[in-house]
């Protein structure tokens, strides 16, 4: 029989600590300044499965009768055996007591005179948080959840919980007092300005009242891992914590704390606690509030002053924190959860550790403030592959050298690109050869206007165009906006066609914007000059291929319009017979720089021929061929009018050179 009652009472406690653990929650205790033998326990009290209260528990121990609720907890060394004890003592009286929406204090007194326990209920006046605006967050783009929302999962420590919201475990974070509501709103300014860094914790919803007319507590990211301090006393000296591990921790906490330095803000309480390590096994940095320094963790000019007696919380800062980050450091470096309790100046750190982690350890404990550098600067130290073991240095190598096999190119201004097959590459002399001889084939060979599809030009690995090549182009009036001398390399190809066109205007002088693809009009002696994009920069499905006959006085009808489909090979430019490039194209061979100097296009073009489609331009013709046909219309212009200096002649390139100057 005695057996059965033992067995029961056993049953008893275990469903009493099942119910402890969901209903009533030690957040923190606290003793009072004057020394006595008092204390305070702030108790959450779940009324009701998700309905919270804030409770606190004054106990006197002075005097406290024997065999007395103040006797049996002053004899308890843990503060949960201490919490326990008392919801035992209370738990059937919890139900009939009427709750304050702020505080409610229970004082616990056992009186001499009969030795019964009486809980004393008020309002708790200076635990009352003024809760902040919902007003005060418009500018944080998070969602909101009511608390009746949350499901309470477990207790974390402090006030800080697990909870489902949203079918989802976060961590759900409260103001923990009157005096921190301030903190709260720096942390929550901070992640919200933090929202996009990968090794800060990031914010996933604020809590407000049921009302929505407050904000009572935030929720972040759930790191299923822990705290990094719990793990390096769990796992210390194991091979689980080797030391690339620890090394890409190192890395990714250095990350963090600078990106909350340059986001404007200071961590403030940066301890191996606030640092945890998520489901993908990357560290966080946690309670970016200010809070202050726990004790060890101070740097040494903060500790003169607590050493006099004075507040430091103005004096945390940026350098404060470089201090406690080399205190982590070492701690990673030592595999030591506990490295406040180390005597000063710490010790320097074990061989096996790399130099250049030592020297950073150096730059952050260094004894005066000025000494220590910026966390964005000591990134740099660093070296690429901090993080990864040998073995998967090697693996990452030959994947990347599969993905990107060495070849034999000798260029160091530019990407390895696809080029031309060598075969259909244009060399000078061919060009040369090209200007001076014609077909006798053809009626009117060096004049005749050519126009190609521009996706005949090859592709580049990185733009349809081909954007490191050069062309051998038609000069221009005035400026171009894709001037090969002004930029080599621009992510616009060029195409084979020209990109100057004439058309009629009337007799005027000035430059107008155009609507077709922000083509650049000059007018010049009646004549405007239209310097536009190519054909495929403007979006045309379509190039024309017209064919000009000298011998018909309207050569505007005697354009016999083909067309080539975008999808035609490159190749497909030798079955072209009739085609005549005066503009030409060639892969970069290393004398594009005084090509154009060397072959003497004229820029002249002949008026009278009326653009096709907004977008077909004409190239430039032969000055022989030129002068004959203009006789023939009777158009050549007297000796004496205004020539529109080319764009390679030494006028044209001071004007443009002027230009950028202004």
């Known amino acids: 029989m005695a057996d059965d009652d033992h067995d029961e009472h056993a049953i008893d406690q275990v469903a009493l600590r099942d119910e402890y653990d969901r209903r009533w929650i030690l957040n923190l205790s606290m003793h009072f300044r004057d020394k006595s033998n008092r204390e305070k326990f702030f108790v959450t009290f779940a009324d009701k499965p998700n309905r919270w209260r804030r409770v606190t528990v004054s106990l006197d121990y002075r005097d406290a009768p024997h065999d007395s609720l103040e006797a049996d907890l002053n004899g308890l060394h843990y503060q949960r055996d201490k919490s326990f004890r008392i919801y035992e003592a209370i738990r059937e009286s919890l139900a009939e007591i009427q709750y304050y929406d702020t505080v409610t204090n229970l004082k616990l007194e056992t009186t001499r005179e009969d030795g019964q326990l009486h809980v004393h209920v008020r309002e708790d006046a200076n635990e009352i948080i003024q809760y902040p605006a919902i007003s005060l967050f418009q500018h944080v783009q998070t969602r909101r959840y009511r608390e009746s929302q949350l499901e309470f999962v477990s207790h974390i420590s402090g006030f800080v919980y697990k909870v489902i919201a949203d079918g989802a475990i976060v961590i759900k974070k409260e ?195 000025q000494g220590r550098v910026d966390a964005k600067k000591l990134l740099r130290i660093f070296p690429p592959a901090a993080g990864r073991s040998p073995s998967c240095r090697r693996r990452s190598a030959e994947h990347m050298q599969q993905l990107h096999p060495l070849n034999d190119s000798v260029s160091t201004h530019r990407s390895d690109k696809e080029y031309i097959d060598p075969d259909m590459a244009v060399t000078l002399d061919e060009v040369r050869r090209r200007r001076l001889d014609t077909d006798p084939a053809s009626d009117f060979t060096s004049g005749q206007v050519t126009y190609v599809d521009p996706d005949s030009n090859p592709e580049s690995s990185c733009y349809r165009f081909e954007s490191s090549g050069s062309w051998v182009v038609g000069h221009r009036r005035g400026r171009s906006p894709v001037s090969s001398r002004r930029r080599r390399s621009s992510p616009y190809g060029r195409t084979v066609s020209s990109a100057t066109s004439v058309s009629r205007e009337p007799p005027s002088r000035g430059v107008q914007r155009g609507s077709s693809c922000d083509e650049t009009r ?121 020539q529109t200096p080319l764009a390679s002649s030494p006028v044209a390139v001071k004007q443009e050179s002027e230009g950028r100057q202004e």
């Open 175 to 369: 103001i923990p007092g009157p005096d921190t509501v301030d903190e709260f709103l720096y942390e929550v300014n901070a992640l919200a300005a933090l929202v996009d860094c990968d090794d800060v914790v990031q914010l996933e919803g604020l809590v407000t009242d049921d009302c929505g007319s407050c904000v009572k507590g935030l929720l972040i990211s759930y790191a299923t891992k822990g705290a990094l301090v719990d793990l390096l006393y769990d796992l210390r000296g194991a091979p689980e914590l080797h030391w690339y591990r620890r090394e890409k921790w190192a890395r990714q906490i250095v990350q963090g704390l600078a990106d909350i330095h340059e986001a404007g803000f200071v961590q403030g309480d940066f301890t191996l606690s606030n640092i945890v390590i998520d489901a993908d096994d990357n560290a966080l940095i946690i309670d970016i509030n200010r809070r202050g320094c726990p004790v060890g963790w101070e740097p040494p000019e903060l500790g003169r002053l607590i050493d006099s007696g004075q507040r430091i919380g103005m004096h945390i800062g940026v350098k404060t924190d470089l201090w406690q980050l080399g205190m982590v450091l070492w701690a990673l470096a030592e595999e030591c959860d506990e490295p406040e309790r180390v005597e000063r100046p710490l010790p320097s750190v074990m061989d096996t550790v790399p130099s250049y982690f030592g020297r950073i350890i150096d730059i952050c404990l260094s004894t005066r403030p």
């Open 522 to 642: 000059e007018v010049v002696d009646g004549e405007r000059v239209t310097m536009g994009y190519p054909p495929l920069i403007c979006g045309d499905d379509l190039v024309a291929v017209p064919r000009m006959n000298p011998a018909v006085g309207d050569l505007t009808r005697q354009h016999e319009t083909g067309a080539f489909p975008r999808d035609v090979p490159d190749r497909r430019l030798h079955a072209i017979h009739s085609a005549d490039f005066t503009r030409l194209m060639h892969t970069d061979s290393g004398f594009d720089e005084h090509m154009g100097d060397e072959l003497t296009l004229d820029d002249t073009t002949i008026p009278g021929i009326a653009r096709m489609n907004n977008s077909t331009h004409m190239n430039a013709y032969d000055n022989e061929r030129k002068d004959e046909f203009l006789h023939e219309r009777g158009e050549l212009p007297p000796p004496d009018s205004v």
